[in-house]
């Protein structure tokens, strides 16, 4: 496992900040998009050694902390009910929905399993005829391929237990919004490189273009992000606007088509709402009509649900980047990740809990 | 019909998973719910206790219930020796004695007890220290999970050796024996199917013998740890409470193996969080570091260790730090619960 101390190396990275310095004449202002990049960044703490008055603007790329509340209440609804195996990604046990958590309604009997693919979930299908199978597919471009996978492995066992709570989001349509924002500070992103692994970066030259804001395809790496936002930096001195690529050892401007061409097989584009952002025009994905047997939320009536947000929860405003975790006057003490008010508090990649398990503390009014 | 969400609104309730998993929400457990019940306990929680009115005898219980029953680099019958026999070494004793209680699953195939009990029975002969008394009890299916192993262990210190995790001081020099992240990580893998395991095993093994080549040092060894549940960011944690002290450990220094980084980078965990079962932490003082380190490096167990941080003259008392591998220094905090694998 070697590539893991290459891109880790502490020599390099001191080059690497040495000449981000050297480079940058103004206090720009980067977005990483995604919660793996902001995990690194905070945890290695790069933020706090960029050139005085740059600022890395942490996005909206946590998929915990965008799946809605409306999802997560609908999700413990199903999950409290006999006869379900519950199952969903270890991270999303502890986000807080308006009443409880999954963990919680674990503790109190409900079957609710942590997988590590979706694939886990078809065969526990396959194993439990006379159980309901459901899994909790949320996530962003990244997961949405082994779900469809999923899909489409439980149509061929022919399962009629199989279920998905399906929440997907899309990367391109977040930084558009982000972008069509008057208030928007973000003048460069670090796009994901998991994300483009899967789409490529092709969808986001217009994007590059429309709004003459350079994008970087970038990796999880201290050494990845510290290039990336080199290579960010060195655009915006020249004042170009291009998608260039970082994370050249896992990503190809077509990306993976085969995955590509299993998402389009299984779901459409359809709006979204993100928790904490709001509706967001084609920026999900739901089943098609074919695959429409598989929808938990058409196979179980769960009644109407009043999802209630925390007052206090400023999360909208810290997954756009408007805010810092620091700046939320509940930060640390009334929300911690024993007791969470928001998702970003909940997830490893959530901004808040990357900034609390990282000590970062509210400065002094 | 519709099915009304029968969620209950006070999750803090009942016992979580997250209890047992040796951070935050076990301290709260313990420090809530169970010492009070139990009168006052004199000073700080330790891995093995000072035996009233026998103040060189020290005792350590612990329940093993590992899931899976065997994985590689050991089994619940070798772990439940060397947890023991490593609880009463990190009080600088030497084992005298085991029990070993089993609660067994009706149902739990004959040949696989057979095969925890000889693999228990040979960890004991290996260390030492014999078996002396122990008990038997079965279970309905259902009751348990296949089998649970306690055992109770009674150790003497070796002289002048008398380590608590009140002692640590600043200037000390923080020594680790080993890498760290094998044992969870081999066993999440194992139970899990996630692939890893033909790259990694548990480090579980006993560790009185290197706590014996410290002996010489005496009063200089501050404070001996072995980081299990909760990793060595839990340790380290309880450590600096426990001494009010600020500790900081440097990120290039702590020995994660490759097969470690890989599937914690992958599962989203943290190295310094995973359990551990066959490494130990020293705080030693940091004229005697250099006789420490050659002293654990003189057994096979003890062949990796490395200095990895030191108490520092002032700061914060309890607070541990981490000198990234950029340079920047952010805190090491204590876990809350259960590790979570994140979603991609």
């Known amino acids: ?365 | 019909m519709t099915v009304e969400c029968p969620t209950p609104r006070h999750e803090d309730e009942v016992v979580m998973l997250g209890h047992g998993a040796g951070g935050r929400l076990t301290s709260e457990l313990l420090g809530e719910i169970v010492l009070p019940s139990l009168g006052d306990a004199p000073g700080p929680l330790e891995d093995a206790a000072l035996l009233p009115g026998h103040r060189e005898l020290v005792i350590s219980t612990d329940s093993f219930v590992v899931s899976p029953l065997f994985f590689p680099g050991g089994d619940i019958g070798s772990l439940a020796v060397h947890g023991t026999v490593n609880d009463l070494a990190m009080r600088g004793a030497w084992p005298i004695a085991l029990s070993v209680s089993l609660i067994i699953e009706e149902g739990l195939p004959l040949a696989e007890l057979r095969s925890v009990m000889d693999s228990l029975g040979k960890a004991a002969q290996e260390a030492g220290v014999p078996v002396v008394t122990g008990d038997t009890k079965v279970v309905g299916r259902g009751a348990a999970d296949r089998l649970f192993v306690n055992t109770t262990g009674v150790g003497q210190r070796h002289g002048a050796l008398h380590p608590s995790a009140a002692l640590a001081r600043p200037g000390d020099a923080i020594l680790l024996s080993g890498p760290i992240g094998l044992h969870g990580t081999t066993v999440l893998s194992t139970r899990e199917g996630l692939g890893f395991e033909g790259d990694i095993a548990s480090d579980s093994r006993p560790l009185h013998r290197l706590v014996r080549t410290l002996v010489p040092l005496g009063a200089a060894v501050h404070v001996l740890r072995d980081p299990t549940r909760g990793g060595l960011a839990a340790a380290l944690n309880e450590i600096a409470r426990d001494s009010s002290v600020a500790v900081e450990i440097e990120e290039s220094a702590v020995p994660v193996p490759g097969p470690v980084a890989a599937a914690c980078d992958l599962l989203g965990l943290d190295p310094l969080v995973v359990a551990n079962e066959g490494c130990l932490v020293a705080f030693v003082d940091a004229g005697a570091a250099g006789d420490a380190l050659a002293a654990l490096r003189s057994l096979p167990e003890g062949a990796g260790a490395v200095r990895i941080g030191d108490v520092l003259p002032e700061g914060p008392s309890g607070r541990v730090t981490l000198r990234t591998l950029v340079g920047a220094r952010r805190i090491v905090d204590m876990p809350l619960g259960e590790q979570l694998p994140r979603i991609c």
Do not use: K
């Open chain 1, 1 to 365: 496992m070697r590539y893991l101390d290459e891109y880790r190396d502490p020599v390099l990275a001191r080059r690497l900040l040495e000449e981000l310095r050297e480079t940058a004449t103004r206090p720009w202002r980067i977005m990483e998009v995604c919660g793996g990049q902001t995990h690194t960044l905070v945890r290695q703490g790069i933020d706090e050694l960029l050139p005085a008055g740059m600022r890395m603007i942490h996005g909206p790329g946590c998929p915990v902390c965008v799946t809605p509340l409306e999802t997560l209440d609908r999700a413990m609804a199903v999950a409290a009910r006999p006869g379900v195996i519950f199952t969903s990604f270890g991270d999303m046990l502890r986000v807080p929905g308006t009443e409880t958590d999954l963990l919680s309604l674990r503790a109190r009997g409900a079957d609710v399993r942590v997988v590590y693919a979706p694939m886990d979930a078809v065969r526990l299908a396959a194993g439990h005829p006379d159980r309901e199978v459901v899994f909790l597919a949320v996530g962003f471009e990244t997961t949405a391929p082994a779900n469809a996978m999923a899909v489409l492995h439980a149509a061929r066992l022919g399962l009629t237990n199989f279920s998905m709570l399906v929440s997907h989001v899309l990367v391109p349509p977040a930084m558009t919004a982000l972008l069509d924002d008057p208030d928007c500070e973000v003048q460069a992103f670090l796009a994901a490189g998991h994300v483009c692994a899967v789409m490529g970066w092709r969808e986001y030259e217009p994007i590059a273009d429309r709004y003459r804001v350079p994008v970087v395809v970038t990796g999880f790496e201290p050494l990845d992000l510290l290039e990336g936002i080199l290579m960010a930096v060195r655009q915006l001195e020249a004042g170009r606007h291009e998608v260039e690529n970082q994370y050249v050892r896992a990503v190809r401007r077509s990306g993976n088509t085969a995955a590509q061409d299993a998402v389009r097989e299984v779901f459409r584009v359809t709006d979204r709402s993100w928790r904490g952002i709001g509706a967001l025009p084609a920026s999900g994905l739901e089943l098609t009509d074919t695959y429409a047997r598989f929808d938990a939320a058409g196979r179980f009536d769960v009644g109407g649900l009043s999802p209630v947000e925390d007052a206090e929860c400023i999360a909208g405003t810290i997954l756009t980047g408007a805010r810092l975790p620091t700046d939320c006057s509940a930060y640390g003490t009334r929300c911690t990740p024993r007791h969470p008010l928001g998702a970003p508090m909940v997830s490893s990649e959530g901004t808040c809990a990357a900034f609390f398990a990282a000590g970062r503390t509210r400065s002094a009014p």
